[in-house]
């Protein structure tokens, strides 16, 4: 039945030659010019770019056409040359890579890998397998066994092992012992994820296998070989047959083709990369226990067959004619092609599933190869669509698909001459190459192929000619999907068959594919649609007299009288016999088999018809298909289908219009007007016959494009759901995420279908309009866990922004190509516009302005310049406030010294004296600086870190700044500076954020000095606080505590205990331990430590193990608290005592007495360190703790008393962290206050302060921000004596005032402390208001200021508290003030820490401790240039009680009560609880209104309030939710759930602020807050008015009015909108303003840019503009009587449009319309005065209903077409039918219309007027 194959030329592109060879002779090696020799010693191998691609290319039909079209070269292939150790990858003439091996290459091939997304080149030698990436990384890869062959995998590399495979090999390459494993993967540049270090069982186990086995699988390039099983009766057992040689692979299914020589046989194994639960075969004796689940690859065999007596030459994968892949082998011997067809059961979505053999045929050949042919765009499952091209033994090059035999390729008869050279072209040769043969083919790439000439001429041929037309190409593919597998079959063979070829030479290939295609099934239907016998135009009644003596009008008469079903429509039934009628078996008659294949073509090629009206840009497309539709459908005698498309094209299917009219009842399926019926009436009651049956299948690609929007509209609609098929009938995926409603639901199917904007605008207006309804309704507040993607699809940027912040990195999924493709090309971001972020932009008169007015020291690094940014700008607006901060802070300046008019004593004296007070200040400002700029900057790890320098010096203005230096020599100070750099390396490093990835090691190392210093030190100690220490490993720290140098030994051991908190790190503690000389054995020879490096290590013992309560260590610090040091300054025995309290404190944080499960007295030893009364074990009171290991410590004891002045502060501390919020009262009573006037005088008043603290820390709850609170911590005896004595009641020599009022002035302090701690970083405002009122009255105390407060302390404290307890007490209140208000930058609490920084150096009351305190409170303040805050967690407020121990140290060097270095630990109590918004348009940081919402607490219920971006959110404990309010930006909320854990880390993949960044989108049509404060300039309707209304009145007359309202217009539009399509379409406007003088258009258009600017919907710009135009050039040009379309498919898309107006009135779709009912319905209106212009359409109505013929003239053509559409007329034949069964039912007066109503449900009511008048015109 096929026809005879027919014959096509080969397209020559030129003679082959490697091209390695030209390169080689291009680098002066090799013959020019010479032909290959046949005893080559080199190898090549061409292939398509692709495989190397990287990443590999997504398998859409888009890329495939792009990788086409951009691969660059002669033909787009890519070369791998070989020879010897040299691999030369080159691309045409350009050479891409070369590679040099270390030994001689015995194979290489290309392979991708699963953890890796770039392709990698594997090349075999000897001994070593090398593994190159495209940038040129190389791993190597020693064999320990000999390995014969390499081949790719889907997921690895296949290696084969040579027969003696068993023994190992000896390597000659030193790369055997050399590798490491454990090597980092970035020096390789290969992103690996999983580890690869194995524990040893599993890397003896795996090593031993991989000897065994005889084939093995590496899956990543740092991994180990891996042995491979094969699977027998269930079970798996080792692969161990050396004789099963590997012939071929596949690299996208896991398939392997073997040969077997001893058993002659050929085997196709399945390999599953999968998990096997199972004991392991008892004969293989490896050292692996039966329970351990190993990934093993297991071979299982799915096809065996003995046909050769030696392996197939080659084997490839092809695919069949229907998309099934076969697996081809070669069999030289017989000459035969073996085809292997298997079936892939698809399970799941990604893994190949189960793969059977199904069935093999042979086709005789000498030669064959795999080519891209017949479907060059179409993707069968994963594999590309593959013909064979088979070389036969009588040198014929025949093409295939599947067994099919499609047509004979020959050599052309010229040769042109671009081919060869001119000698070569001389009249001898040219005879002998048009008699040329083909002796062999090789080389396949795609749809080229190098064919071998019986000269030993190569030729580089190709099959197929480009650009190949898209229309035919979604012909074949519609056809291949639709017909049956016979039908397809023969269609094939004619496509490919026909002998008339000469289109293949013509120029324009595409129109010739189209016309070689149409011609084919014309032909068929000139030969066979003759014989049809329901073309007769004589029997016009024969259908309707078949269908009145049917059975199934028999069945249906029964029914009619008792039933109003006789008045269903009936030509809307197709009846489903008609097809099954048809299908016959192979062996018919060729007449029924033809009529049966037409029949299938016209379904199939219909609803491709229906695909392409559904896209806007396949315009002449669609007019092609149509004709070759209206031939084929003619042909059928299927009327109905040709009036279809008649009226779709009235003018280019003229032809067919004067057909007689039939009475066949089929009705084409029609899309549009089931769109219209879904609006209507809802997706269930629309009828599902106008969906194309080609449509509902699973996986077609063909017509997806309408299944995708069919489906869009069912789920819209209300169409139901059972897993991804709807009751519609096709199928649809949905991406995963919630969906409260079905427009949410269609927005997440687009997502999942990929449908974006950009396909979007390529519907039709009027079908789009329903989808933009749904996305603009789902825009508001689209539910939280939707994929970045559904954001960007609805206009929600924004949140898509939040989505992706920390799922970027690790979801390539949605890349911004993903996102890209969502949004329209006129949507992509603009470039943002940059403004000043350093501090060098600022203008340099508003910084450092204050103190000098010479501008030499201003461009000084102080270590703040990088402060300054548009974050900072809009946090602290536009005071000058960081600028103060920062001169306050700065360190790197001389200061200026102030010289008075009469000086006493000598100038020099006076200045030393003056620059000694200021140098107690300098030294104290790397505190503050440090808090300052914590976590502020990042650092380049290429670059050198600098540190602002501490300068001493004065100068002098008076004297034109000279420099007076600061002489020590006078005073016995030693080493003055030492620990002011120490606190200035601290301050430098402290200013880096915590890095994305961890900070490099070497960097680190990098900065490490030659000798060691202090500012290193300081350095070190900042890294660890900030945990960037974990990168140092054991040796690099050993290698800083060899240069003993004692404080970078005490910054290292305090550092890396910060990095490793709470981790218990054997090798840290054991460091840690070594540094505590009473842990020492008495054995150990003894060790002079200084106490300030046994401070540092108690401490970081107590960091190490925060919050483990381990028992050992807790005994141990205990015992610390109470051992005199034995260090070299006894006198800073305090000082460790503090540290070991602190560091039990730590490390039993917040366990209260569950700590002290193991020992009963450990609480009173606390308590008897206290010196307290109350202790209960009297028998234990002078037994030590821990045993005595050293004779060169012992208890801080005098006798059998305890020294507590020592002890008592460390053991307080340790109680108040221990039983931190534990609310109990036992332990708070016995740390009593004393309330006695005996009692007071035995208690150091300083002491007292820390047992208030500590109270209250115990009773966490009980704190409140009240002065009243205040009062009920002090005891009555004492706050009595001192209220009396104030006001003189009481003789104050009864007894001891000092005592007294000492007592008094520590409670209050301690208990403002404690309300510091409570409401730390919480900036509560009773807190900010009690504080600062007590800190003013210390002040007033001291020095009489003018600032009026109640009156809350006694008058007169300096008369019995000395002025230095004074200070302190106002400090500490100062400190516990700026903890409350850390990061706020508060001015008034800053404006009284500048008021306490300058009053002290200037009264000279000098102390450094008091400047520490003021520096640090400054600090606070501005806690990371007020990004950061403090936290209330455990180890917070543990960090903060430490840093702000209440005693102040005396001078910079003074350690003896509190070690300085641990001043810095408030950095643990940090968190960066900062947010700022970002518009998403221009990314630039903008204000924008929060509503904060904090959860209910016992104190208060939950609460909003607002909050201006950029500000600090609340804990995480109370915290709620945030959602972003005002009218200019697009509402979000973020939700969350109070917990009481730390904020989120940076580069927390679950924080959903994104490392502080909330990216919000602005409406159109309102301004930033920053623009616009107050909100007068959003106005935009009198604007865009005014600008609109200028142009109007001036079109003519005043251009240049013109213009300047045009520009207007266009600035307009920019102010208040981002959006480049409102912006272009404004310019746009503008231009068109100035040619054209059509009020009525311009009128239109600016009232659609107001319309679409004022409601945020510039996608509707398309659609008003589209609709408008198309109506208004319709009724213009009819008036002059020239149509413009050739179509009339406008017209029922504006129908669509109407249908969803309609559906809104309604409320079949609900939320409200998003384009305006009045300009859909004015078209409407517009359309049917179009109608009633022209009288004489009526008549030819008339004539087309009762004859069936359309007019004469074009222009009635094109109106009636349009009549017909507009009011959804049947064609004749149901029209007739319809009144035919009506008449008789209907007296003569009665209206027909009801009745035809019923029968015509889908015509309008005009239409069935006018039916009704045409009958009544009719009767006799």
């Given at each position: 039945?096929?026809?005879e194959i ?26 020019p ?5 046949q ?9 398509d ?20 079209a951009?691969?660059s070269?002669a ?22 890579k ?5 030994n ?8 991708r890998m ?13 001994d070593?397998?090398?593994i ?16 014969s ?23 000659s ?9 454990t ?5 390789y ?11 040893t ?7 031993d ?27 798996l ?5 050396f004789?099963e ?10 398939l ?11 085997s ?23 329970d ?13 067959g ?8 080659k ?7 229907d ?16 085809a ?6 698809e399970?799941?979505?990604?893994a ?15 030669a ?9 765009r ?11 091209l088979?070389?036969?033994?009588d ?22 001459k671009?081919?060869f050279?001119?000698?070569e ?24 192929i190098n064919?071998?000439c ?12 480009k650009?190949?037309s ?9 056809m ?9 079959s023969?269609f ?14 013509s ?15 014309r ?7 003759q ?30 009288p ?10 809307y039934?197709k009846?489903s016999?008609v ?31 229906e ?12 007019g ?10 003619s ?13 779709d ?24 007007r089931w ?27 063909a017509?997806?494009w ?6 869009f ?7 139901e ?29 687009m ?13 039709p207006?009027?079908?789009s ?12 507040s689209?539910?939280?866990?939707w ?21 970027r ?5 949605w ?10 090309p006129y949507?992509?971001h603009l ?14 008169s ?6 000098d007015?010479?501008?030499v020291y ?17 946090r ?10 920062r001169r ?7 200061v200026?010294?102030q010289?008075?008019?009469?000086p006493?004593?000598?100038d020099q ?22 808090a ?10 290429t ?29 016995s100070?030693?080493?003055?500076k030492?620990w ?7 301050a ?12 490099l ?9 030659s ?5 290193h ?10 945990e ?13 505590l ?15 205990a910060?990095?490793h ?14 540094h ?15 106490t ?9 013992i107590g ?5 483990s309560a381990?028992a050992?260590?807790m ?17 800073e ?40 009364k ?5 028998k ?6 821990v ?8 208890q801080?004891?005098?006798?059998a008393?305890?020294?507590v ?13 221990i039983?931190?919020?534990?609310e ?27 047992r ?28 009595f ?8 009641a ?15 002035v ?15 970083g919480?900036r ?6 009690l ?11 001291i020095?009489?200021i003018?600032?009026?407060t ?8 300096l ?9 302190l ?26 008021y ?10 000098v102390?450094?401790?008091?400047q520490m ?20 967690q ?5 960090a903060?009680?430490?840093a702000?121990?209440?005693r102040l ?9 509190h070690?300085q ?36 607490t ?25 959602r972003?309010?005002?009218p200019?930006y ?17 580069g927390?993949?679950?924080?959903p ?7 919000i ?8 807050y ?18 609109c209304?200028?142009?109007s009145a ?18 307009l539009?920019s ?10 379409f404004?310019?746009?406007?503008c ?34 503009i589209?609709?408008?135009?198309t109506?208004?050039?319709?009724w213009?040009?009819f ?5 413009p ?10 129908k ?8 809104l ?30 009288p004489?359409l009526?008549?030819n ?9 359309w007019p ?5 053509v ?6 017909l ?10 029209v ?35 039916i ?5 015109a009719?009767?006799?």
């Open positions: 039945m096929a026809p027919g014959s096509r030329r080969l397209m020559v592109l030129r003679e082959f030659r490697p091209h390695g060879l030209a390169v080689e002779e291009a680098d002066g090696e090799g013959t010019g010479a032909r290959p020799p005893d080559q010693d080199y190898d090549y191998f061409l292939f770019p692709a495989l190397a691609a990287s990443p590999a290319p997504a398998p859409t039909p888009a890329t495939w056409d792009e990788a086409e951009s691969s070269g033909d787009g292939d890519h070369e791998l040359f070989i020879r010897g150790k040299r691999i030369i990858w080159s691309n045409g003439s350009r050479v891409h070369r590679y040099v091996s270390p001689t290459v015995i194979m290489a091939c290309w392979c699963n953890a890796i997304c770039d392709a990698l080149l594997c090349v075999l030698q000897a070593t397998l090398s190159y990436n495209v940038t040129g990384d190389v791993v190597s890869i020693p064999l320990q066994y000999a390995v062959s390499i081949w790719p995998l889907p997921f690895g590399l296949l290696l084969q092992k040579s027969t003696d495979g068993g023994c190992v090999v000896s390597s390459s030193s790369l055997l012992n050399a590798r490491d494993l090597r980092p993967n970035k020096e540049g290969l992103n690996y994820n999983s580890s690869c270090q194995a524990n069982l599993e890397t003896d186990s795996k090593a296998g991989a000897i065994i086995s005889s084939h093995l699988i590496l899956k990543h390039p740092l991994g180990e070989p891996q042995a491979t099983y094969f699977e027998e009766r269930e079970r057992t080792m692969m161990k047959d004789d040689k590997t012939i071929w692979t596949s690299d996208t299914i896991p392997m083709a073997s040969y077997h020589k001893g058993k002659f046989q050929h196709v194994w399945q390999i599953d990369d999968a998990s096997y639960q199972e004991a392991m075969n008892e004969n293989i004796m490896l050292p692996v226990s039966c351990i689940s190993s990934h093993k690859c297991a071979f299982r065999k799915i096809w065996q003995k046909c050769s007596q030696s392996a197939a030459s084997v490839f994968l092809a695919t069949d004619i998309g099934m892949p076969i697996i081809c082998f070669l069999l030289h011997e017989q000459k035969i092609l073996l292997v067809r298997i079936q892939v059961d399970t799941t979505e990604d190949f599933g189960d793969i059977k053999p199904h069935m093999s045929w042979n086709i005789p050949a000498f064959a190869a795999p080519v891209v042919v017949t479907r060059p179409v993707r069968a499952g994963g594999l590309p669509f593959t013909d064979i088979v070389l036969s033994s040198n014929d090059l025949l093409l295939y698909s599947g067994k099919q035999c499609l047509c004979r390729y020959t050599l052309p008869t010229e040769l042109g671009g081919i050279s001119d000698d072209l001389n009249c001898e040769n040219f005879n002998v190459y048009s008699d040329l043969k083909i002796t062999s083919i090789a080389d396949a790439v795609e749809g080229r064919v071998t019986s000269n030993g001429l190569m030729l580089r041929c190709s099959l197929r000619k650009p190949s898209s229309l035919v190409s979604d012909c074949i593919t519609a291949a999907e639709g017909l049956q597998s016979c039908f397809y023969c094939v063979s004619l496509f490919w068959g026909g002998s008339d070829a000469a289109y293949l030479y120029s324009s290939c595409a129109d010739s594919e189209w016309e070689s295609f149409s011609y084919e099934i032909k068929v239907c000139t030969k066979y649609g014989t049809l016998p329901t073309i007769s135009p004589t029997a016009p009644s024969q259908a309707w007299d078949f269908l009145i003596n049917s059975k199934y009008h028999a069945q249906y008469c029964k029914q009619a008792t039933s109003s079903n006789s008045f269903l429509p009936v030509s039934s009846c016999t097809f099954n009628s048809f299908i016959q078996d192979e062996h018919s008659s060729d007449v029924s088999f033809y009529i049966q294949f037409m029949r299938e073509t016209l379904e199939t090629l219909h609803a491709l018809y695909n392409l009206k559904l896209n806007i840009l396949r315009k002449e497309d669609l092609c298909l149509a004709l070759l539709l209206c031939r084929v459908a042909s059928l005698g299927e009327h109905g289908f040709v009036d279809y498309y008649c009226r094209f009235p003018l280019n299917l003229i032809e067919f219009q004067s057909i007689a009219s039939s009475t066949s009842l089929r009705t084409p399926p029609c899309l549009f769109f219209e019926n879904c609006l209507h009436h809802g997706c269930d009651s629309a009828s599902l016959e106008d969906i194309p049956a080609l449509m509902c299948k699973q996986k077609g690609s017509v997806s309408g299944r995708k929007v069919v489906s509209y069912s789920l819209l609609l209300g169409a759901r059972k897993g991804r098929n709807l009751s519609s009938g096709v199928y649809c995926e949905v991406a995963s995420g919630s969906a409260r409603n079905t427009e949410e639901l269609t927005v997440l199917a997502v999942a279908e990929k449908f974006g904007r950009q396909q979007l605008d390529l519907l207006v009027g079908v309009l329903v989808l933009r309804h749904a996305l603009d309704k789902c825009r508001d689209p539910p939280d866990d994929p970045a993607p559904a954001y960007v699809l609805v206009g929600r940027e924004d949140l898509a922004m939040t989505k992706m912040g920390s799922a990195k690790e979801n390539a999924f890349n911004n190509n993903n996102l890209t493709s969502m949004s329209v949507m992509l470039q943002p516009v940059t403004i000043p972020t350093t501090a060098s932009d600022i203008p340099t508003e910084v450092l302005n204050s103190e007015s010479d501008s201003r461009s000084l690094e102080d270590g703040m310049e990088h402060i300054f940014t548009s974050t900072t700008q809009l602290f607006g536009h005071d000058l406030r960081l600028n103060e901060v306050l802070l700065c360190s790197a300046r001389p200026a010294i010289t008075p008019t009469n006493s004593v000598s004296d006076l200045h030393q004296q003056q620059l000694w007070n200021f140098a107690q200040r300098t030294t104290a400002l790397p505190f503050g600086r440090g300052f700029t914590l976590a502020t900057t990042y650092t380049l790890l670059e050198a870190l600098v540190f602002p320098k501490l300068v001493l010096a004065g100068r002098l203005p008076a004297q034109q700044n000279a420099t007076v230096n600061l002489d020590l020599s006078s005073r100070v030693s080493e003055f030492s002011a750099e120490f606190h200035n390396g601290v430098a490093g402290l200013r880096f954020a915590p890095f994305q990835e961890k900070m090691r070497t960097w680190i190392q990098y900065n490490r000095p000798e060691p210093n202090f500012t030190a300081g350095l070190l100690l900042a890294f660890g606080l900030h960037h220490l974990r990168v140092l490993t054991m040796t690099d720290a050993y290698r800083y060899s240069q003993e140098h004692d404080i970078t030994t005490l910054g290292l051991l305090l550092g890396l910060a990095s908190r709470g981790t218990m790190d054997p090798s840290i503690s054991k460091m840690l331990y070594f505590v000389p009473s842990r020492h054995p008495s054995s150990t020879p003894e060790l002079e430590l200084p300030l490096l046994q401070s540092a290590a108690v401490m970081g960091l190490l193990y925060e919050g381990h050992l260590t005994k141990i610090l205990l015992g610390e608290i109470g051992r005199r040091s034995g260090g070299d300054n006894v006198l025995r305090e000082g460790y005592a503090v540290a070991a309290g602190s560091a039990l404190g730590f490390v039993a944080l917040g366990h209260g007495s569950d700590a002290f499960g193991f020992m009963d007295t450990f609480l009173d030893r606390l308590f008897e360190y206290i010196g307290s109350e202790v209960y074990h009297e234990h009171l002078n037994a030590t703790t045993d005595d290991q050293s004779g060169n410590t012992g801080m004891m005098d006798g008393q305890i020294n002045d020592v002890t008592a502060p460390g053991a307080i501390i340790a109680l108040a962290l039983f931190l919020k534990a109990s009262d036992e332990i708070a009573a016995r740390l009593s206050i004393p309330n006695t006037h005996f009692d007071l005088q035995y208690v150091r008043p300083d002491f007292v302060m820390l208030i603290i500590a109270r209250n820390l115990i009773l966490w709850s009980r704190v409140q921000p009240t002065k009243d609170w205040i009062e009920s911590q002090i005891p009555e005896t004492v706050k004596g001192v209220s009396n004595v104030s006001e003189g009481i003789n104050s020599d009864e007894f001891d005032a000092e005592a007294l009022f000492q007592a008094y520590n409670i209050v302090t301690g208990t403002c402390i404690a309300l510091g701690l409570k409401y730390a919480s509560n405002g009773d807190a900010q208001e504080l600062y009122a007590y800190a003013v009255h210390f002040l007033n105390e020095k009489h003018p600032v009026q109640a009156n809350i302390l006694p008058k007169g404290l008369q019995y508290v000395d002025r230095g307890t004074l200070e007490c106002l400090h500490l209140i100062v400190l516990a003030l700026s903890m409350v208000m850390a990061g706020s930058g508060n001015l008034q609490t800053f404006r009284l820490l500048r306490l920084r300058g009053r002290i150096s200037a009264e000279g009351q102390n450094y401790g008091l305190a003021v520096s640090l409170a400054i600090g606070f303040l501005f806690l990371g240039g007020g990004t950061h805050t403090f936290s209330t455990n180890s917070a407020i543990a903060l009680l430490i702000l121990y209440p140290p005396t001078g910079p060097n003074d350690n003896r009560c070690l270095a641990f001043r810095h630990l408030y950095v643990i109590a940090t968190e960066p609880r900062w947010v700022q918004t970002v518009d998403v348009d221009t990314e630039l940081p903008v204000y924008c209104p929060l509503e904060v919402t904090v959860a209910e016992e104190y208060y219920d939950e609460t909003n309030y607002c909050e201006v971006t950029p500000c600090l959110l609340p804990e995480r404990s109370v915290l709620k939710s945030i972003v309010c005002g200019r697009w509402s979000q909320v973020i939700k969350l759930t109070p917990e009481g854990k730390p904020w989120w880390r940076s927390d993949k679950t924080d602020f994104n490392g502080g960044v909330l990216y989108k602005r409406k159109v049509g309102s301004c930033s920053s623009d616009d404060p107050i909100g007068c300039q959003s106005l935009i309707s009198r604007a865009m008015h005014e600008v209304d200028a142009p001036s079109c003519s007359t005043q251009p240049n009015n013109t213009n300047h309202s045009s520009f207007r217009v266009d600035q539009v102010t208040f909108s981002a959006n480049p399509s409102l912006i272009a404004a310019k746009l406007c231009e068109s303003w100035k040619d054209r003088c059509n009020g009525n258009f311009r009128e239109f258009c600016s009232q659609v840019l107001y319309e679409c600017m004022s409601k945020d919907r510039p996608s509707l710009l398309q659609v008003y589209s609709f408008y135009t109506i208004e050039s319709m213009e040009h008036k002059i009587g020239r149509f379309f050739y179509d009339s498919l406008f017209v029922p898309n504006l669509v449009a109407l249908a969803y107006n309609e559906a009135v309604d409320g079949k779709i609900t939320n409200g319309g998003i384009i305006q009912s009045t300009f859909l319905e004015s078209l409407m209106k517009r359309v049917e005065d179009i109608f009633a212009e022209f004489n009526k008549d109505f008339s004539s087309y209903l009762s004859t069936g013929k004469d003239a074009q222009n009635d094109v109106l009636l077409s349009l009549y559409q507009w009011y959804s007329i049947p064609p004749p034949h149901v007739a039918s319809a009144v035919e069964k009506v008449r008789p039912r209907v007296p003569a007066s009665v209206s027909i219309l009801p009745l035809l109503r019923l029968l015509l449900p889908t015509t309008n009511l005009v239409g069935l007027m006018e009704e008048k045409l009958h009544m009719m009767k006799p």
